[in-house]
């Protein structure tokens, strides 16, 4: 077994190379994306101009620390690159994220996200998801409805406590871990999840990263989705809209 810290520091160095002069950045959350940040903050001193959406207060913190220009989410269409860690992820680039309870702007920022690039110490790959239990954030007074959900369609849904008290996303949500197993059919529970009413977000991040970079002992692995030639091309000026 690996080093993690070093793994995870190899993993946030290789990631960064992928940033470019002019960039809107996504800025993930936990131990792994704190190396990319700071790595970044590097680049910003050595006269880069970069932009950047944080994923939650801490990351922020971080930015703002090191100089980098921070903008909010809802005041961006889109971003170029975001470097973000992850709980789990399997051969198809699915993830389970959320350990950090950020998931919400993780997935909000991945969504809007041209490249999403995962970084990882290697006891993150898993041949299935599901040893790690999936956080999902829900509306305070929904806790433990979704709970009871989750129960009954054959999960267990732990509520996440921070002492004595709920723990508080940065929404000021709570989280319910929900415990599946190792997953057979992860859009499945993906879309169960979802129709809960009370859930805000799940942390199955399902078709959304497109590059993880492990570190592995001394060196790093890349994993790279596969080009998806089944998505028809958009023909330019027009744009696909769900109800028209
Ligand atoms: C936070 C996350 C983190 O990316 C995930 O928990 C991995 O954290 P770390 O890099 O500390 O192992 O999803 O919500």
């Not at 970069?50 to 990351?59: G, I, N, Q």
């Not at 809802?74 to 470097?83: A, G, H, K, P």
């Not at 996440?160 to 723990?167: T, W």
């Amino acid at each position: 077994m690996g080093d993690s810290t070093k793994e995870k520091q190899l993993a946030a160095q290789e990631a960064v190379k992928l940033v470019e002069d002019g960039m809107t950045l996504g800025l993930g959350t936990g131990s792994t994306a704190y190396f990319a940040i700071e790595e970044i903050g590097q680049k910003v001193r050595n006269g880069f101009s970069l932009k950047a959406v944080p994923t939650s207060a801490r990351t922020e913190e971080q930015a703002r620390g090191l100089g980098i220009e921070l903008v909010s989410i809802d005041d961006v269409d889109s971003i170029d690159l975001t470097i973000d860690g992850t709980d789990e992820f399997d051969d198809d680039l699915n993830l389970i994220k959320g350990g950090g309870g950020a998931l919400l702007k993780e997935k909000m920022v991945a969504r809007i996200t041209d490249r999403q690039v995962i970084i990882a110490d290697s006891t993150k790959h898993v041949e299935r998801l599901g040893a790690f239990k999936i956080p999902v954030e829900v509306l305070p007074f929904t806790v433990n409805y979704v709970k009871s959900m989750i129960d009954e369609s054959g999960g267990i849904g732990h509520i996440r406590m921070n002492g004595d008290d709920f723990y508080l996303t940065d929404e000021k949500n709570y989280i319910v871990d929900a415990d599946y197993g190792l997953m057979e059919d992860p859009y499945e529970i993906s879309d169960f999840l979802n129709d809960i009413e009370g859930v805000v977000c799940n942390g199955l991040f399902l078709d959304l990263a497109e590059i993880v970079i492990i570190g592995k002992d001394d060196s790093v692995v890349t994993y790279e989705r596969e080009a998806d030639d089944e998505e028809p091309d958009e023909e330019e000026g027009t744009e696909e809209r769900l109800f028209a």
